[in-house]
């Protein structure tokens, strides 16, 4: 990824592996070793399109698979997940 500016403060905007948290039915699920421009100023996180698209069919995929899970369980307890996106 070339240098970009953040498009909120004109900050300089650098490479950092972020987190991002989803609750999946009642599971919170953690992404983790997302790759994103960080802003320096504002913290403005920005996640390039194909990245985004990564991280949108991975949600996917655990939100069925959580689905799935939960109801093979009589009850389903609130859990805590934490998956690192491989890249
Ligand atoms: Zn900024």
Do not use: W
Request: contains cysteine; proline residues 3%.
């Amino acid at each position: 990824m070339k240098n970009i500016k953040c498009p909120e403060c004109g900050g300089k905007a650098e490479d950092q592996l972020i987190k991002m948290k989803y609750d999946i039915n009642h599971n919170h699920i953690t992404i983790k070793n997302i790759p994103a421009k960080v802003c320096q100023k504002c913290g403005n996180e920005l996640i390039d399109g194909h990245t985004a698209r990564d991280v949108d069919l991975l949600v996917n995929r655990l939100s069925e698979d959580v689905d799935r899970f939960a109801k093979s369980l009589a009850i389903a307890p609130e859990k805590e997940h934490s998956i690192s996106l491989a890249v």
